[in-house]
């Protein structure tokens, strides 16, 4: 059972996160089963999107930004955007389904100063010629584009995927798939699916007028199935992986035993995963690198940080079984001391839950919030805003009563 006690507390705020959303358009060339965001508005102008990392550059001090939409690749202006972002001394970093990354547009992106991708692929996006897959047989498509990404060289990757019911079982092959090319990806994410249903709720508005919640994306008829949460997608990895444990966390803005966000790192190399780092190494990382350079840590800049991770063993346990099962790896098999030691990220966010006045548990400090009409809003929600102006309250339909 996860103890919130043996995880160290993530220390991002509103006005001091490491990650900033940019949305860059509302465009899609796919439409993803659990996406939030439809087409309203189209591409923001390059003018709006220089305003709004200025924006965020002031009042959220980031140390990346998450060019987000839609499908920023479709933008014809990515590249100058990309330039502008590392132009301000931020890492900029794009959330694709790359459907539209060529070998071409990944040169140039590269030039521009792109510092990693973020690759949504799992079964339920409705991809061409990708329907009906498992998640084990979209492997095949994770393993172009790490492959394309590992030939250019220098950028990080990170793959995400939502997970549903019906494809929870099948995470440890993902995981697996990421340990064959610790190598080439330096990162995976499970997003657990959320959905309201129309069948047995309705909205209201910040007047309590109801509107029509149709209109947002994130709904559908009926949904009999159990939705996923983050302590369940952590059992399975780690149940599948020993090796593996969280180190970091956020909590939910309404629950106070929810996880919305945890965030491990394992400890090894191409071969073997030895371990993961604890809650000392993940809290000297963040509070390290921002009295180094004034911001909280998000992406490394690389993951082949060598042996001198286990120097932290000393203060983290956890870690240092990491150290020791790497130890006896190599006395079994001298060779493997010169092998190279890297981690590899596993994260685990739990979208919004609604609760039974409404309000939904949000993810505490969002790390993805993004920018409308000079505000602050969670990205995931807004929508809302764009049709409703503001945040809606989601709330049971009750049965009406039949008279005698």
Request: proline content about 4%; overall charge negative.
């Amino acid at each position: 059972m996860l103890e919130k006690r043996d995880y160290y507390r993530l220390p991002w705020s509103m006005n001091d996160n490491p990650i900033a959303w940019i949305e860059v358009t509302d465009i899609c060339n796919i439409h993803c089963e659990g996406c939030y965001r439809q087409f309203m508005t189209g591409h923001k102008s390059l003018e709006q999107l220089k305003e709004e990392v200025l924006f965020f550059k002031r009042w959220r001090n980031p140390d990346n930004f998450s060019i987000a939409g839609g499908e920023p690749l479709i933008h014809p202006q990515i590249i100058e955007l990309v330039a502008f972002m590392k132009e301000q001394g931020i890492k900029p970093v794009i959330l694709t389904n790359a459907m539209a990354l060529t070998p071409e547009l990944l040169h140039e992106l590269k030039k521009a100063g792109l510092a990693g991708f973020t690759m949504h692929i799992d079964s339920h996006q409705n991809r061409p010629h990708w329907l009906e897959k498992s998640e084990k047989e979209m492997n095949e498509l994770r393993q172009k584009y790490a492959d394309m990404v590992a030939a250019e060289g220098g950028i990080y990757l990170v793959f995400n995927s939502t997970v549903y019911p019906s494809t929870y079982h099948e995470i440890p092959d993902v995981v697996r798939w990421g340990q064959e090319n610790f190598e080439k990806v330096q990162g995976l994410v499970f997003i657990t699916y959320r959905t309201a249903t129309l069948s047995d709720s309705f909205a209201t508005d910040k007047n309590d007028h109801e509107v029509d919640m149709s209109k947002l994306s994130y709904t559908r008829d009926a949904f009999e199935e159990k939705f996923v949460t983050s302590p369940e997608v952590y059992q399975i990895i780690k149940d599948n992986f020993p090796q593996y444990e969280a180190s970091g966390y956020l909590g939910g803005s309404i629950n106070h035993d929810s996880y919305k966000w945890l965030i491990g790192a394992l400890v090894g190399s191409k071969d073997t995963y030895y371990g993961s780092v604890g809650k000392q190494t993940m809290e000297i990382a963040q509070t390290g690198h921002h009295l180094w350079t004034g911001r909280y840590l998000a992406y490394l800049s690389t993951a082949n940080i060598g042996s001198k991770i286990f120097l932290l063993s000393l203060w983290d346990k956890v870690l240092r079984q990491a150290w020791k099962n790497r130890l006896k790896d190599v006395l079994r098999h001298p060779s493997k001391l010169f092998s190279k030691v890297g981690i590899q990220s596993i994260g685990i966010i739990q979208a919004p839950d609604i609760q039974a006045d409404g309000r939904a548990d949000m993810c505490d400090s969002c790390p993805d919030i993004t920018i409308y009409e000079g505000k602050f809003v969670n990205s995931c929600r807004m929508d809302e805003y764009r049709l409703f102006g503001g945040f809606v309250s989601v709330l049971e339909k009750k049965e009406e009563s039949i008279e005698p």
